[in-house]
């Protein structure tokens, strides 16, 4: 008699520790993953469990699993942080207990699959890389707290740090679910009108048009007569126009030496 293959498409690898094939979220092999690592793990999926990017998430299209950084901690009271080493305010996390939890996070992990710490001085994250993140096969976020996490494992892992913009945040959670929302948006299938992410702001370097729907006319204001003339060729014009004056007058540095109205 054949052994039997009952769990399909699940992502099976070899582990020191049991675990159970028949989980309430499974590791599928062939669907993208976000891997958050984090203290606060019941802060997911958040607004991530809502809208599209939470249909999506029910209908199986991505797969999201929190690593809960405290059951890594170290002792009776799972010490996950310590002081400075030079001093200074605050505390830092342990290289000895990120470690082993990126470890437990990247098991099963295959193809191109980036760990990104969520860093105030990290590279600032874009629709670009919104886009290249989507192209992985999954995506481990740590998820920082306190004074951040020991430079030693940010080397060892060949880490990626990445920052929402120049501001800082009492920790990573929030700017993970972000950037997690950018990404999930452009897998197959998670729209409904795939041709909707191709004008709006930043898909192709510049900001969205304006927007307009009924009615026509709203406290004396009117929908802009090329809108409602059925000329397509038209309409695409005003709108890369449009794309255009606001792209440069709210967001210069976006503007390339070439582009023009004529582009």
Same mark, same amino acid.
């Given at each position: 008699? %054949?052994?039997?293959?009952?769990?399909?498409?699940?992502? /099976?690898?070899?582990?020191?520790?049991?675990?159970?094939?028949?989980?309430? %979220?499974?590791?599928?092999?062939?669907?993208?993953?976000?891997? *958050?690592?984090?203290?606060?793990?019941?802060?997911?999926?958040?607004?991530? +469990?809502?809208?599209?990017?939470? =249909?999506?998430?029910?209908?199986?299209?991505?797969?999201?699993?929190?690593?809960?950084?405290?059951?890594?901690? /170290? +002792? =009776?009271?799972?010490? *996950?942080?310590?002081?400075?080493?030079?001093?200074?305010? @605050?505390?830092?996390?342990?290289?000895?207990?990120?470690?082993?939890?990126?470890?437990?996070?990247?098991? @099963?992990?295959?193809?191109?699959?980036?760990?990104?710490?969520?860093?105030?001085? @990290?590279?600032?994250? #874009?629709?670009?890389?919104?886009?290249?993140?989507?192209? $992985?096969?999954?995506?481990?976020?740590? $998820?920082?707290?306190? !004074?951040?996490?020991?430079?030693?494992?940010?080397?060892?892992?060949?880490?990626? !740090?990445?920052?929402?913009?120049?501001?800082?945040?009492? +920790?990573?959670?929030?700017?993970?679910?972000?950037?997690?929302?950018?990404?999930?948006?452009?897998?197959?299938?998670?729209?409904?009108?795939? !041709?909707?992410? *191709? !004008?709006?702001?930043?898909?192709?370097?510049?900001?969205?048009?304006?927007?307009?729907?009924?009615?026509?006319?709203?406290?004396?204001?009117? /929908?802009?007569?090329?809108?409602?003339?059925?000329?397509? @060729?038209?309409?695409? %014009?005003?709108? %890369?126009?449009?794309?255009?004056?606001?792209?440069?007058?709210?967001?210069?540095?976006?503007?390339?030496? #070439?582009?023009?109205?004529?582009?």
């Amino acid at each position: 008699m %054949k052994p039997t293959r009952s769990h399909g498409r699940q992502s /099976i690898t070899a582990s020191l520790q049991p675990r159970e094939l028949m989980q309430p %979220k499974p590791a599928y092999r062939d669907v993208w993953q976000a891997r *958050v690592i984090t203290l606060f793990p019941d802060l997911f999926p958040g607004v991530l +469990g809502a809208s599209l990017t939470g =249909k999506a998430l029910q209908d199986g299209l991505w797969q999201l699993h929190t690593h809960d950084l405290r059951r890594f901690g /170290i +002792g =009776k009271h799972r010490n *996950v942080d310590d002081t400075p080493s030079g001093g200074g305010a @605050g505390m830092v996390l342990r290289a000895d207990v990120v470690g082993p939890a990126i470890e437990a996070a990247q098991a @099963g992990a295959r193809g191109r699959w980036p760990i990104l710490y969520m860093s105030p001085r @990290g590279r600032r994250f #874009d629709q670009a890389m919104a886009r290249d993140l989507a192209q $992985c096969a999954g995506v481990t976020m740590l $998820c920082g707290r306190f !004074e951040g996490v020991d430079e030693r494992v940010i080397e060892h892992y060949d880490i990626t !740090e990445v920052s929402l913009g120049d501001f800082v945040m009492t +920790g990573g959670e929030l700017a993970a679910q972000a950037m997690i929302d950018a990404t999930v948006r452009l897998l197959p299938g998670v729209l409904g009108n795939a !041709e909707s992410t *191709v !004008e709006e702001s930043h898909s192709n370097g510049l900001l969205e048009h304006p927007q307009y729907t009924r009615p026509a006319t709203w406290e004396g204001r009117e /929908i802009p007569p090329v809108l409602m003339s059925g000329n397509h @060729g038209e309409i695409a %014009k005003w709108r %890369k126009a449009q794309s255009l004056a606001l792209t440069r007058a709210r967001r210069p540095d976006l503007m390339e030496p #070439d582009v023009s109205d004529d582009a």
